[in-house]
T-cell receptor
Framework: NAGVTQTPKFQVLKTGQSMTLQCAQDMNHNSMYWYRQDPGMGLRLIYY???????DKGEVPNGYNVSRLNKREFSLRLESAAPSQTSVYFC??????????????FGPGTRLTVL | AQSVTQLDSQVPVFEEAPVELRCNYSSSVSVYLFWYVQYPNQGLQLLLK??????LVKGINGFEAEFNKSQTSFHLRKPSVHISDTAEYFCAVSYSNTGNQFYFGTGTSLTVIP
C-alpha cells in the first residue's frame, strides 16, 4: 500500500514548455486534489475531483488543466509554463466526497522550477 | 469570506520547553478543524483533527489542540518539544457547507533549539 504517489519529484522547465504531473492513489479514495505550496502562502487548491469523471476549479486554476483518468489517477497539466508557476505541487486524496470530516492524505510533492 | 489565520510565521523554542501554535478561523457555519505537520522535503501528515464532541483533541507525537468556538480558535500545544518536532505546521478547516474543499493557513515554522 503506497498511499499517494507523485511523479516526477523534481522538474525544471523553460518558459512556454508543457508538462504533466502525475498522481496516483491505491486507497480506493473517491476524491483527489491538486495544491500548490508557495512560501508564506500555505497550500492553495488548484483543482479537485470529487469522484471519477468530475473535476472542479479551486482557488488558483488559471494556467492549469486536470484529468481524472480513472479512480486511481489524477493528472495536472501545464500547457505553457510560466515562472509564476514555480512551486511545490502536492496531490492529495480523500475517501469520500461531500463529507467534510474525512482526512486528506498527501503525496510527497513535485518541485517544479520554471526558468 | 471563510479563512484560516496562523498568526505566527516562525516560532523558535528551546528543547523541552512548551509551545503553542495559534490558529484562528472565520465561519458562520459548522467547522471541522485539522492540524498537519510537514517535515523538510516531505508531504503533509495529519497530526490531529476536531470533528465534534470534546473540545480537547489529542494527536500523535504528544500534540494536542483545543477547539474554542467563542474565540474561533484551534491552537496547537505540546508541553515539551523535541528536536524532532522541528517542522512546518499547517492549520486547515473544512466547512459543513463546502464538503469537498479544505482551506489551509499559511503555516508556522517551528524550530526547536538544542
Amino acid at each position: 500500500n503506497a498511499g499517494v504517489t507523485q511523479t516526477p519529484k523534481f522538474q525544471v522547465l523553460k518558459t512556454g514548455q508543457s508538462m504533466t504531473l502525475q498522481c496516483a492513489q491505491d486507497m480506493n479514495h473517491n476524491s483527489m486534489y491538486w495544491y500548490r505550496q508557495d512560501p508564506g502562502m500555505g497550500l492553495r487548491l488548484i483543482y479537485y475531483s470529487a469522484s471519477e469523471g468530475t473535476t472542479d476549479k479551486g482557488e488558483v486554476p488559471n494556467g492549469y488543466n486536470v484529468s481524472r483518468l480513472n479512480k486511481r489517477e489524477f493528472s495536472l497539466r501545464l500547457e505553457s509554463a510560466a515562472p509564476s508557476q514555480t512551486s511545490v505541487y502536492f496531490c492529495a486524496s480523500r475517501i469520500t466526497s461531500g463529507r467534510p470530516t474525512d482526512t486528506q492524505y498527501f503525496g510527497p510533492g513535485t518541485r517544479l522550477t520554471v526558468l | 469570506a471563510q479563512s484560516v489565520t496562523q498568526l505566527d510565521s516562525q516560532v523558535p523554542v528551546f528543547e523541552e520547553a512548551p509551545v503553542e501554535l495559534r490558529c484562528n478561523y472565520s465561519s458562520s457555519v459548522s467547522v471541522y478543524l485539522f492540524w498537519y505537520v510537514q517535515y523538510p522535503n516531505q508531504g503533509l501528515q495529519l497530526l490531529l483533527k476536531y470533528l465534534s464532541g470534546s473540545t480537547l483533541v489529542k494527536g500523535i507525537n504528544g500534540f494536542e489542540a483545543e477547539f474554542n468556538k467563542s474565540q474561533t480558535s484551534f491552537h496547537l500545544r505540546k508541553p515539551s518539544v523535541h528536536i524532532s518536532d522541528t517542522a512546518e505546521y499547517f492549520c486547515a478547516v473544512s466547512y459543513s457547507n463546502t464538503g469537498n474543499q479544505f482551506y489551509f493557513g499559511t503555516g508556522t515554522s517551528l524550530t526547536v533549539i538544542p
